[in-house]
């Protein structure tokens, strides 16, 4: 086990978050189940006053869990100092079998729990609160994600051995590697970036006709489509080194910590994106088209600047 103040915190998290989720849990059981608001009863009341609290305390769960997905980054890139062979997080992420589980958990439950939050704030703004029984319901299943999440990732800091040498990134994310990621290396960058452009160009399209459920299923495309492209091409330019393509190395203070933009703009924008297929809500437009014209542009930059600083591409 490995055991630094980061992960400690983390851990002491984990805990207060299982446990006022599991009375959450106790609760939106109880209101899922007998919830009616066309019912004048005591226990329907008493119903009523249990759904604020409860959702109250989902809320600020999800609220506090959404950056400190950010914080787990950070954690995983600190302590990849103490393992021999880590140069990044992808060290760490790679040190255990849960590793790449967890990461991939906590991206879906990034989404999960955000639809959550929007999905709550849409039900409190009407008073018939339409969704209370769906949010409830939803959280039901969230919470086997949340509890998931939680003991994978206190399985992998358990599993982590410091004397045990891990692999680097440079071995992980390169052509040569035996690992599924390899195979991303095989997709010529001509097919790379007309899928990139190509799907950002639609997303534009989609958001002139303002059709929400094709902005929806483009944002997810392009969320898929800018992680292979970042690690794959795009990366490469931030570290002037065509033979690096580690999806970490950019958090770090070398490269100005540019990592940590380029992820809150894609995943905000593309969950505002995704968010359009459920809610009819046109502000959403707005915002998912900023935040991804943002990404777009910054990983745009770095090629662009290469070429007109050195007058040839990587």
């Known amino acids: ?38 019912k004048t009863t005591q226990e329907q009341y008493k119903l009523e006053k249990n759904s604020f609290l409860t959702a109250t305390i989902i809320k600020y769960i999800f609220i ?89 990732e206190t399985l992998m800091f358990s599993s982590i051995d410091p004397s045990v040498m891990v692999s680097c990134c440079g071995t992980l994310y390169s052509s040569t590697s035996a690992s599924y990621i390899s195979e991303i290396f095989k997709i010529s960058n001509s097919v790379l970036l007309g899928a ?37 091409f795009f990366g490469t330019y931030i570290y002037e080194l065509p033979t690096h393509h580690c999806p970490f190395c950019f958090l770090q203070k070398d490269y100005y910590y540019i990592g940590y933009v380029l992820y809150v703009t894609l995943f905000t924008g593309t969950f505002f994106g995704i968010l359009l297929a459920f809610f009819d809500k046109e502000k959403l437009f707005f915002y998912s088209m900023v935040f991804i014209g943002i990404y777009t542009f910054i990983v745009t930059f770095y090629p662009v600047r290469y070429y007109l600083v050195n007058g040839v591409w990587l």
């Open 196 to 232: 990139f452009y190509g799907t950002f160009l639609l997303l534009l399209l989609g958001y002139y006709l303002k059709n929400r459920f094709l902005y929806g299923i483009l944002s997810v495309i392009f969320l898929v489509i800018s992680i292979i492209s970042l690690i794959a």
């Open 64 to 152: 506090v869990k959404l950056p400190l997905f950010l914080f787990f980054i950070f954690t995983l890139d600190k302590i990849s100092n103490t393992l021999i062979g880590a140069m990044c997080a992808a060290g760490v992420v790679d040190a255990t079998k849960y590793g790449i589980y967890l990461f991939v958990f906590k991206i879906i439950n990034l989404y999960i729990f955000g639809f959550w939050l929007v999905l709550n704030k849409a039900d409190l703004s009407k008073e018939d609160l339409p969704y209370t029984r769906l949010k409830f319901g939803l959280f039901i299943v969230f919470y086997l994600l949340l509890a998931a999440e939680i003991v994978i």
């Open 1 to 38: 086990m490995i055991l630094t103040p980061e992960v400690l915190a983390i851990f002491i998290l984990n805990g207060i978050f299982l446990f006022f989720s599991t009375i959450a849990l106790v609760l939106s059981i109880k209101i899922f189940k007998n919830w009616d608001m066309n």
